[in-house]
């Protein structure tokens, strides 16, 4: 087990270079230059901007560049803003724990209701209930966020007036309670739908029948035997499911007004702040890697017959 | 085990968000209750929609609209414009000059910078001089190119002779003298931008400290900025200006979309918007009744022919006139764009000083004198021509309108040419790669008819991207510049705009308007020549 979380650690060095390089090769082959952008349609100095590139180091070539970025974020540095000039680790400080508090959020709704309706439906397969939670979920799925996220804001907020139409700066949990309900319901409707299969299919399975034959109260047939062995599939979606989370959901952090994550990408995207842009993903990749190196040694936890040397 | 361990887990983390979500609950019925109450926002203070600012908050290195508001409510340079665009004093006593060469500028008395040491003539020479430096790099270094000894502090090349240009003297405290490096009877108004404040002796001690917390001389005093969130800044009681605030402060807040800002308007927790969004725009007037503000500014959009493309190379200007006369500018800035544009009778917007009724027709719809011009002109190469703009700012609608006008009303094959975003867009302009026409647009600096002839249309003017290039033309904008008086230059400019018509150096198309709002907890909201509001007027109900 030692060995293979260590082999799995060292595994990620080379996907973590390997995409970052390519996120700070994208950066660099789009067109536009943003120090030039920043004079705007006034005029521009060609003096002035060569000075600025070359402070900026944004006059070497890629490699070169590459190379001091490397340097740079094994020492901690994250880089510098071309525009604003502050360090790039206090914009990913200021949004990424709002991002985080708001996917958590996200994921524990995700799970807690995902996982019921799924069980709730999985146990009565084919039944009038279970048709009706299909019918539910069907709806979640194809309703794109930014449909669903409007109507909330509009019931709730505006005809309602249960909650404000945006999060405020602060960004506590209450506000966060719509986007992160809006956030979650397309991951439920996958959530339920897997669970109610593999729940549906184990319940015919022998060790079931077994563990019904041994007498053993229902709640404990259902809790541990039935649950530990479906939730595989599920787990496999949750993990992936949290890294997409945190990568920010643009459109809904637009909606609701949300300072997170997928605003500081795309605001850094337009811009041109490659060190920004880089930073952040490097970060999402990274969250990515933890999360599937996670769901494979629950794997072992679930199902005892999945060993890894 | 395992499995059950695991299992206390996920029953640990439910609790713990259910105890969230309830605390959640209680929040949002406290704020409803309450709809008016800005959440954070001290008594007296109002709030706008100004995101964050592009860049440290130093006056010379901000030419965006956001980091402006900020700098104007924090800093005063020596003179402001009113509502008509006449020059107010505001730190200046008198701006007086003889020859339109030297100009002595004499200093209010008893200023102070927010940390209480003294405005004097050697806080604005030191302060310009370092702007003008190009070891640093300021965005509006250029603005000071027409004071003597600039070229000393700012080379094409290399590192600055001096540090200090020659032109600028102190007199005494609070006198000094500016010698330019030829006459330019309008410097006076481009003193007014607010590139031109003083700074305090603070800031040389550790400029990027002060960009993020700067300390200046202005109406409002700096109080925080919370990055990306918001700003700060509550009123100077010992503010001795003309425009001393009549509220307590302001919060310049940062909004993902003008969509989230205007829900927060309609839900009172935003006192004024800049820009109501297009999902929004058809029922804003509804929403806020006489809270509308719906004015024009001085700014022109227009469509500027690239002259070195194969389209307009030698091209006749009557081919561009006919173009302009094509274009249904009436219709288009009703129905595309919503009423948010009005349709330019000039190449200079009302609202500047020296802005006049052109005689002529060359702005009126009229397709079949539209065609025949461009016939007469000899048309255009292959008969099509191509609009370039940049995809992220909206303007793809209107340009797909334009074209069609231009197509039904001249027969002249028209295609918007979209590059991604502005990035992109001003590349292409600067590499001289814009295909035959590129959508251009320009915002008053000062408000004189000067300011949108010669940035614009000289042959050396570094925004005049089209490479329009005539000797007539720039020796009427010289004449203007010579000309000894303020008004004979005004005048002089007048002509050099008629001239301007019969070259077509670009097209016209419409003044933009603001199109914001405000809130019921707020009054006297009103904008400036730039469409910006005037925020220290506003005051608190």
């Known amino acids: ?309 | 085990m395992r499995g059950a361990k695991s299992a206390k887990w996920v029953a640990g983390a439910a609790i713990i968000a259910l105890a969230a979500t309830a605390c959640g609950g209680g929040d949002g019925d406290d704020s409803s209750n309450s709809a008016s109450k800005e959440k954070g926002k001290p008594a007296g203070y109002v709030s706008v929609d100004v995101g964050e600012p592009q860049k440290p908050l130093i006056p010379a290195d901000t030419n965006e609209q956001l980091g402006s508001y900020v700098i104007q409510a924090v800093f005063t340079q020596l003179l402001e414009f009113d509502g008509e665009g006449n020059i107010v004093y505001t730190n200046a006593e008198s701006v007086t000059t003889e020859d339109s060469k030297t100009w002595t500028v004499k200093l209010k008395p008893g200023w102070k910078f927010h940390d209480g040491t003294p405005v004097t003539a050697e806080s604005y020479i030191k302060a310009w001089n370092w702007y003008a430096n190009i070891k640093n790099n300021q965005q509006n270094a250029f603005w000071f190119e027409d004071i003597k000894g600039y070229a000393d502090v700012h080379p094409e090349k290399g590192d600055p002779k001096s540090e200090e240009m020659s032109g600028l003297k102190a007199v005494d405290d609070t006198t000094f003298t500016i010698e330019l490096d030829k006459p330019v009877p309008y410097f006076e108004y481009k003193l007014g931008y607010y590139t031109f404040a003083p700074l305090p002796e603070v800031f040389y001690k550790d400029t990027k400290a002060f960009g993020q917390a700067p300390v200046g001389n202005g109406p409002y005093i700096f109080e925080k900025w919370d990055h990306k969130k918001l700003i700060q800044v509550k009123a100077n009681p010992d503010y001795q200006g003309p425009n001393k605030a009549k509220n307590k402060g302001i919060l310049f807040k940062n909004y993902a979309t003008v969509e989230a800002a205007y829900q927060d308007l309609i839900s009172g927790n935003l006192d004024m918007i800049r820009q109501v969004g297009p999902k929004d725009l058809p029922k804003y007037k509804q929403d806020l009744g006489d809270r509308v503000i719906d004015e024009p500014y001085a700014a022109v959009q227009s469509l500027v022919p690239t002259f070195y493309s194969k389209t307009f190379k030698d091209i006749d200007p009557k081919v561009i006139q006919g173009l302009s006369m094509g274009i249904d500018r009436d219709t288009i800035t009703k129905t595309v764009l919503n009423g948010t544009r009005e349709p330019a009778k000039s190449f200079t917007p009302p609202g500047v000083a020296g802005n006049q009724q052109l005689d002529t027709d060359v702005f009126t719809f009229d397709p079949a004198k539209a065609k025949a011009l461009v016939k007469e002109g000899g048309g255009v190469p292959d008969n099509k021509i191509w609009i370039q703009y940049n995809a992220d700012g909206g303007h793809k609608e209107w340009v797909t309108a334009v074209c069609e006008s231009i197509r039904n009303s001249t027969g002249v094959d028209c295609i918007p040419d979209a590059k991604p975003d502005f990035q992109t867009d001003l590349e292409a302009r600067d590499n001289d790669q814009v295909k035959s026409m590129y959508r251009g647009g320009w915002v008053a600096d000062y408000p004189l008819n000067v300011n949108f002839m010669r940035e614009l249309y000289g042959t050396t003017a570094e925004a005049n991207n089209g490479r329009f290039s005539d000797k007539e033309v720039d020796a009427a904008f010289k004449k203007g510049d010579n000309a000894p008086s303020l008004d004979e230059s005004i005048k002089a400019y007048q002509e050099a705009e008629k001239l301007v018509l019969d070259k077509m150096p670009a097209i016209p198309l419409w003044e933009y308007k603001i199109n914001g709002g405000y809130g019921k907890s707020v009054d006297n909201v009103a904008i400036d020549f730039r469409g910006d509001y005037v925020m220290t007027d506003v005051t608190v109900k």
């Open chain 1, 1 to 309: 087990m030692g060995r293979y979380v260590a082999r799995r650690l060292l595994q990620m060095i080379p996907v973590f270079l390997g995409s970052t390089m390519l996120v700070f090769a994208m950066m660099y082959v789009l067109p536009g230059d943003p120090v030039r952008a920043l004079a705007g349609e006034q005029t521009v100095d060609p003096a002035q901007i060569a000075a600025m590139k070359k402070d900026l180091g944004l006059d070497l070539p890629f490699w070169h560049q590459y190379w001091n970025y490397l340097v740079g974020l094994f020492q901690g540095d994250f880089g510098t803003e071309i525009a604003s000039g502050r360090p790039v680790s206090e914009t990913i400080a200021d949004a990424f724990p709002i991002t985080i508090r708001l996917a958590l959020f996200a994921f524990v709704f995700t799970v807690l209701v995902g996982i019921s309706i799924g069980v709730f439906a999985g146990l009565k397969a084919d039944t009038l209930r279970d048709r009706g939670l299909l019918v539910l979920t069907l709806l979640l799925i194809s309703v794109p966020s930014f449909v669903l996220g409007f109507l909330a804001q509009y019931f709730f907020a505006h005809q309602l007036g249960w909650v404000d139409p945006n999060v405020s700066a602060e960004a506590n949990w209450g506000e966060l309670l719509l986007p992160a309900v809006v956030l979650g319901s397309l991951s439920l409707a996958y959530v339920a739908r897997l669970t109610r299969t593999s729940i549906a299919e184990n319940l015919r399975a022998d060790y079931m029948r077994t563990a019904v034959a041994k007498g053993l109260p229902r709640r404990r047939v259902i809790g541990v035997h039935l649950m530990r062995n479906s939730m595989i599939p599920v787990v496999t979606f949750l993990g992936t499911d949290l890294g997409a989370l945190l990568g920010g959901a643009v459109v809904t952090e637009g909606i609701f007004n949300v300072q997170g994550v997928g605003r500081a990408v795309f605001g850094a995207l337009q811009h041109r702040e490659g060190a920004t842009v880089v930073g952040i993903v490097t970060l999402i990749v990274i969250v990515y890697l933890v999360t599937s190196l996670l769901v494979d040694l629950l794997y072992a936890v679930l199902d005892p017959r999945i060993r890894y040397a």
